[in-house]
């Protein structure tokens, strides 16, 4: 069984200030994808990033960057210089290799608030 | 890419009444995923959509009450059956486009609440 674990549910920061998601994941699969996704308030689900396992490089995307580390079983996200506009539900989801990166396992969500 | 198109965005619905909630997508996909979304929650899969064969459930979830069809290859349709208000929720259809692509893509979602 697969299980994604987000013990944030909810963090607050001002603005410019830096903020770490943690995201722990459980796996029986030697190969898996690890994603993250963002929910704003209209609920959509606006994809990330998707990482392999076989790919432990660490990845930086403008303000965001993730550290993946397969020995802690850990995908972790940080927002740089954090914006109000990045005030919103962030998941991060486990998938098997074999299904192709849909049949996805959620964590719980780690709501983000950032105040002006 | 895909670009994924739910209907009703939203509906407001009585209890016991049942409701069938489209996803359209603009390329064939091969398969297609439902998930729930109930309120404060993450998201857990319902069920798989193949097309031209019956859908596969995840547990906890039954045909009786999420039928769902596969007509084609861009079309899949979810009914929430004989609701009540624990079956409101925002649903969420998903796609896979087959290897090599990058992400998994949603749909916006449909809210719906049960009265």
């Known amino acids: 069984a697969q299980k994604v674990t987000q013990a944030q549910t909810e963090i607050s920061v001002v603005e410019k200030e830096d903020v770490t998601l943690d995201c722990v994941y459980e796996?029986?699969?030697?190969?898996?994808?690890l994603f993250w996704y963002k929910q704003p308030p209209s609920g959509e689900l606006v994809f990330l990033i998707r990482?392999?396992?076989?790919?432990?490089q660490n990845e930086i995307s403008g303000r965001y960057s993730w550290n993946f580390q397969k020995s802690t079983s850990s995908f972790n996200f940080t927002i740089t210089a954090s914006q109000v506009v990045d005030s919103a539900v962030y998941f991060c989801?486990?998938?098997?290799?074999?299904?192709?990166?849909?049949?996805?396992?959620f964590g719980g969500g780690t709501r983000v608030l950032v105040k002006p | 890419s895909a670009v994924i198109s739910q209907k009703p965005s939203r509906d407001i619905c009585q209890r016991g009444t049942s409701l069938t909630i489209q996803c359209q997508v603009d390329?064939?996909?091969?398969?297609m995923f439902w998930y729930r979304q109930q309120p404060g929650q993450s998201l857990t899969l319902i069920a798989t959509?193949?097309?031209?064969?019956?859908?596969?459930?995840e547990s906890g979830f039954v045909i009786d009450k999420f039928p769902i069809s596969r007509p084609n290859l861009t079309f899949s349709t979810l009914t929430v059956s004989n609701m009540s208000p624990e079956d409101s929720s925002i649903y969420l259809c998903?796609?896979?486009?087959?290897?090599?692509?990058?992400?998994?893509?949603f749909g916006q979602g449909t809210r719906l609440t049960v009265v």
């Open positions: 390329s064939q996909v091969t398969m």
């Open positions: 959509a193949n097309q031209g064969s019956e859908a596969t459930y």
């Open positions: 998903s796609v896979e486009i087959g290897e090599g692509y990058t992400e998994a893509f």
């Open positions: 989801a486990l998938s098997p290799l074999r299904a192709a990166g849909n049949k996805l396992t």
């Open positions: 990482r392999n396992s076989f790919d432990e």
């Open positions: 796996t029986r699969d030697t190969t898996y994808y």
